[in-house]
């Protein structure tokens, strides 16, 4: 795609959109989002046009069943949505307050939450658009939830080892 291409064939990019939910593949999932990002990239305009589609909402839904690679990629969309285009993508940001208002692993929430860091960092206004769409409140509870599982685990939980059988049998650090 060329530098000012518009998108004119709605129905061929809601087929990138079908393949991308319906692929197990990481690595044809993560060929599709950066297709996606060169599409949004190379005319403004384009993610306007196809914002009717909801492709990124969609993608956000099914991202707990994503590796962690294509988890990363789909929110480099995000990430371009807000600081390239400098639009508020308020659609998107509530997919994301319902994504961490699910149980996700450990390694998602932080996924999602870098993502978070980078939008308050690149414009201090996300703190009160966060809290418009709700990702204040859904973080604070997912923060609080595993919060409260730390507590109930224990030091075996996080650390399966015996430091001590360990430190006696390896040799030392030079």
Do not use: W
Not at 73 to 95: G, R
Not at 138 to 167: H, V
């Amino acid at each position: 795609i060329q530098t000012g291409s518009t998108v004119r064939n709605l129905s061929a990019f809601q087929i990138l959109q079908d393949v991308f939910l319906a692929s197990g593949s990481s690595h044809l999932c993560c060929s599709i989002v950066d297709a996606i990002l060169n599409i949004y990239r190379s005319d403004p305009a384009n993610y306007f046009i196809l914002k009717p589609l909801q492709t990124v909402s969609l993608f956000l839904e099914v991202l707990p069943q994503k590796t962690i690679d294509i988890q990363d990629y789909i929110f480099h969309l995000v990430e371009f949505i807000v600081m390239d285009l400098n639009y508020v993508p308020t659609s998107e940001l509530t997919s994301v307050g319902v994504l961490l208002d699910k149980k996700s692993s450990p390694k998602t929430l932080s996924v999602v939450l870098n993502c978070l860091l980078k939008l308050l960092s690149h414009n201090r206004r996300y703190q009160y658009v966060f809290g418009e769409v709700g990702i204040l409140t859904m973080l604070t509870r997912a923060l609080n939830t595993y919060g409260n599982e730390l507590k109930e685990t224990t030091p075996e939980d996080l650390f399966p080892y015996d430091l001590a059988s360990l430190s006696s049998t390896s040799s030392p650090v030079p």
